[in-house]
């Protein structure tokens, strides 16, 4: 079943939806750069040479936790929190 434009662009503009508010802060940052750095390390809780499919789904579980992590974490601006 081929994607078609018009899915592609739904897809483009919820992705665009759920990026907006999103503020790298520090932690933010700090996470997503260990995050990477888990993904590339040769030794992990699994690892991928001897575990070739469960050791690619602890990466990808990984990388999930952090991404919904800092998309559910959002922080507001500095500027925003100081108009209350």
Not at 11 to 25: L, P, Y
């Amino acid at each position: 079943m081929p994607l078609s434009p018009q899915k592609i662009s739904e897809v483009k503009k919820a992705f665009e939806t759920a990026r907006k508010g999103t503020v790298w802060t520090p932690r933010n940052k700090l996470l997503a750069v260990l995050a990477l750095l888990y993904l590339v390390m040769p030794f992990d809780i699994l690892p991928d040479w001897l575990f070739p499919l469960v050791g690619w789904l602890d990466d990808l579980g990984v990388l999930t936790f952090v991404s919904l992590w800092i998309f559910s974490h959002r922080d507001s601006p500095p500027s925003e929190q100081n108009k209350e």
